[in-house]
Each structure stands twice: as structure tokens, then as C-alpha cells.
T-cell receptor, first 113, second 117 residues
Framework: NAGVTQTPKFQVLKTGQSMTLQCAQD?????MSWYRQDPGMGLRLIHY???????DQGEVPNGYNVSRSTTEDFPLRLLSAAPSQTSVYFC????????????FGDGTRLSIL | AQTVTQSQPEMSVQEAETVTLSCTYD???????LFWYKQPPSRQMILVIR??????QNATENRFSVNFQKAAKSFSLKISDSQLGDAAMYFC??????????????FGKGTKLTVNP
């Protein structure tokens, strides 16, 4: 039972490079989301999806794209990385039942030079 | 917009003793969910406990319990019989009950808990 799997765990990019952070879940959860965690702060929502083909913006969406072609996968794309995007990124999923909590992946630490 | 405040950046407790972490929140909604997540140095986000606002009874999970005061918008976490493995960052989080906001977790800035042997 893998839960929420994020790859890679660590990545270093140069400014202007592009990259896709992968997220997969095997719990058949309808809802998936991406958060970023900066030092001294809690997590902030970037984008989320309530089902395949449906995505919406969160609190800090600028500089990130998402798509949801399958229930299992929810990749996060950085089209042109900037130093301000240096952060730890978490993917989360939950079932459609209203009272269910989010389950988080182990995070990706991303550094942009 | 909802906000979550954790007023204690750091707390410490002796092993086997009890500690309470504070959390207050601001919302105009009547139905919502509250959560406490634990983040050890491994950086995993682990659900500790959750509370539905429409339930008056305080949630309990083994050594972890909450004191939910809806009118005061307060949601504190009590850890009894503290263990070394409880050392971590603890985040309080809010989630709306309805609509698009029902997917967004609003986090506090966290409380770093140290457990002394």
C-alpha cells in the first residue's frame, strides 16, 4: 500500500529550467492537491483537482501548471524555474467523502540556483 | 479568508509529562474541519487528530486529545505521557466544509516540540 508517492525526493535546478514534479496515489482518491512549504511557514496550496480533467488554482498558483488526465496522477510543472520557487513541495490526496483528511506524500525538496 | 494562528513557536516537555499546544483560527463559517499534523525531521506530514466543527465532543486518539472551543475559535492539542518520538513540528490546519474551499487546508506556522529525556 504505497499511498501518495512523490518523485524525485530532491532536485537542483538552474534559473529558467523547466521541470515536472510527479505525484501518484493508489487509493483511488478523487481529490489531489499540491502545497509548498517555505521556512518558518505552514504549507500553502498551489493547485488542486477534484477529479480527472478538473483543476483549479489555490493560494499561490503563479509559475506553476497542473493537469489531471488520470485519477492516479497529478503532476506539477515549473515552466521557467525562479529562485523564489525554492521550497519543499508536498502532494496530497483524499477521498471524496467530506470528512476525510488529506494524506500527504513525503515531499520534494527543490532548490533553484 | 480564514487564518490560523499558532502563538507558540517552540515548546518543550519532559518525557512522560503532558504538554498542550495552542491554536486559534478566524472564520465566518459555521461548518468546517480542524486538524493537527505532525512533521518529524523526516519531513513527512502525519495526521495526528481531526475535529468536525459540528461535533461538540472533543476528539481523542490514544495519547492525543483536543480541546475544541467553537465560540472562542480555539483548538488546542494535548499530548499525554509524552514520548521521545513525539518531538516534531506540529501544525494546526483548517478546512472549509463547502465548495472550493473544502479542498484548501489553511495552516498555522507551526510549533516545534522538543521532548527532553
Amino acid at each position: 500500500n504505497a499511498g501518495v508517492t512523490q518523485t524525485p525526493k530532491f532536485q537542483v535546478l538552474k534559473t529558467g529550467q523547466s521541470m515536472t514534479l510527479q505525484c501518484a496515489q493508489d487509493m483511488n482518491h478523487e481529490y489531489m492537491s499540491w502545497y509548498r512549504q517555505d521556512p518558518g511557514m505552514g504549507l500553502r496550496l498551489i493547485h488542486y483537482s477534484v477529479g480527472a480533467g478538473i483543476t483549479d488554482q489555490g493560494e499561490v498558483p503563479n509559475g506553476y501548471n497542473v493537469s489531471r488526465s488520470t485519477t492516479e496522477d497529478f503532476p506539477l510543472r515549473l515552466l521557467s524555474a525562479a529562485p523564489s520557487q525554492t521550497s519543499v513541495y508536498f502532494c496530497a490526496s483524499r477521498s471524496g467523502s467530506q470528512n476525510q483528511p488529506q494524506h500527504f506524500g513525503d515531499g520534494t525538496r527543490l532548490s533553484i540556483l | 479568508a480564514q487564518t490560523v494562528t499558532q502563538s507558540q513557536p517552540e515548546m518543550s516537555v519532559q518525557e512522560a509529562e503532558t504538554v498542550t499546544l495552542s491554536c486559534t483560527y478566524d472564520t465566518s463559517e459555521s461548518d468546517y474541519y480542524l486538524f493537527w499534523y505532525k512533521q518529524p525531521p523526516s519531513r513527512q506530514m502525519i495526521l495526528v487528530i481531526r475535529q468536525e466543527a459540528y461535533k461538540q465532543q472533543n476528539a481523542t486518539e490514544n495519547r492525543f486529545s483536543v480541546n475544541f472551543q467553537k465560540a472562542a475559535k480555539s483548538f488546542s492539542l494535548k499530548i499525554s505521557d509524552s514520548q521521545l518520538g513525539d518531538a516534531a513540528m506540529y501544525f494546526c490546519a483548517y478546512r472549509s466544509f463547502y465548495g472550493g474551499g473544502s479542498e484548501k487546508l489553511v495552516f498555522g506556522k507551526g510549533t516545534k516540540l522538543t521532548v527532553n529525556p
